[in-house]
């Protein structure tokens, strides 16, 4: 049985927790994001947060005010990167691993970022998430980056959170979007991140209940095929599906893209987060 539990993080002053910053252990280490405005305490091994987090808090499009919910948020980097970026927001990180939910939880407080850590599996039932205040048509925002590596084409890994986290099932892809359409208000938006190859699969499971499809494909440079799908949806959004021009992580010449080194470093965003 799963178990869900919530804890709103009083986030404090940032002078009061910067003076109450310990070493991190020595199975968890302490790294940067947006350009040092947000610090995150993560596992050393296994599954870590990187550019797909970032890269898809700024394609969220959510607004001051909107009740966000990032569905498996680990140690929350990107819904608290959403918050960095957007002041105002209800932030909820739901993550089924106790251990990292309790890194979010400090990642929160010690970023001086509000939010409320919840424990649960995101295919636990709807009775479950209401028992943890996640009732339907509730959230003007839901975040995911879903388990999306074909494991089929996939090696095992030894470590069961690592696998758990990168690896998909036959139902991932459709259970998310289902939890996420039933917590969305109508016209409420849908934000996520899937590797490029699978994008008929994100059309067929977005078919039922959302609409106004934007789609960024992420290609690590102008040679290669994409690797990535950044997608924006709306509940009951009528509005024809859209492709927006590519996302270079890299030009020509293998230089690190400026506006996309200016995203990372928490100084843009995408064109799918804007109103």
């Known amino acids: 049985m799963i178990r869900a539990f919530s804890s709103e993080v009083d986030p404090g002053s940032r002078e009061e927790n910067a003076s109450k910053k310990e070493s991190p252990a020595p199975d968890v280490t302490e790294d940067g994001f947006l350009g040092g405005q947000l ?3 993560q596992p050393r091994t296994g599954h870590r947060a990187g550019h797909d987090a970032i890269l898809l808090a700024a394609a969220t499009p959510a607004r001051s005010g909107d009740r966000v919910v990032d569905l498996g948020s680990g140690v929350g980097a990107a819904g608290l990167a959403v918050a960095r970026r957007v ?11 106790p251990t990292l939910a309790a ?21 636990a039932t709807a009775s479950a998430f209401a028992a943890a205040g996640l009732v339907p048509d509730s959230a003007d925002v839901v975040l995911m980056n879903p388990p999306f590596n074909d494991p089929a084409r996939h090696r095992a890994s030894p470590d069961v ?9 036959a139902t ?13 208000k109508s016209n409420g938006r849908l934000a996520m991140i899937w590797r490029a190859d699978g994008i008929a699969e994100v059309l067929a499971a977005l ?20 690797i990535r799908i950044l997608v924006r949806a709306t509940k009951g959004g009528r509005a024809p599906t859209q492709l927006h021009a590519a996302l270079l992580l890299n030009d020509e010449s293998g230089v690190p893209n400026k506006w996309v080194q200016e995203i990372l470093a928490g100084n843009g965003d995408l064109p799918l987060s804007r109103p």
């Open 87 to 97: 002041a105002g927001i209800d932030l909820a990180l739901v993550e089924i691993d």
């Open 207 to 226: 078919d039922r209940g959302f609409g106004s499809v934007e789609i960024l494909p992420v290609h690590a440079d102008v040679t290669a095929a994409a």
């Open 161 to 169: 959170v690592r696998e758990r986290a990168h690896v998909a099932t």
């Open 39 to 41: 610090t995150l305490r």
């Open 103 to 123: 890194l979010a939880r400090g990642n929160a407080a010690a970023n001086a970022l509000s939010a409320d850590v919840i424990v649960l599996d995101v295919e």
């Open 172 to 184: 991932t892809l459709a259970s998310w979007v289902h939890v996420a359409r039933r917590m969305l």
